[in-house]
């Protein structure tokens, strides 16, 4: 049986938040990732944001949210974020408003495929991703 969009969506939803969920239980409690989504902490609170990446990549209205005005990819660049299930700093250097991240970047199965340099900004209290390439 086909699943439709929405149920295709929902699907990679869970599986988002499936892969969050042992990448913080796998690290244990009380330091480093255990904090990735613990808003707060500055970086959980970028993770919350990086968390929604996958989403905007087919939510031009979610991706204007996540990216700061100026790097706000094209449609055609931002559909690019799909192909990966998800997106967690495990480093930030924050200073004042802004942040040098060192993102992982997660494959379908779960597995890091890569460690990218990004930077965000935080903007009306909320961060937002200033540079994000990806591998």
Known sequence: MRQNRGETRRSALGATICLLLAVI???GCGSGAVDA?????????????LS????AATSPSLAQE????????KPAD??????????MAKEAEIDGDNAKLKVDI???QGQVVA?????????????????APLP
């Open 25 to 27: 239980t796998w690290t």
């Open 37 to 49: 989504l613990d808003t707060s902490t500055e970086i959980g609170a970028i993770n919350t944001t």
């Open 52 to 55: 929604m990446l996958s989403d």
């Open 66 to 73: 996540i990216f700061t005005k100026e790097a706000l990819p």
């Open 78 to 87: 931002m559909k690019k974020f799909g192909k990966y299930a998800a997106y």
């Open 106 to 108: 997660y494959d379908m």
């Open 115 to 131: 460690t990218q340099d990004w930077t965000a900004t935080r903007a009306g209290g909320n961060w937002r991703v200033s540079s």
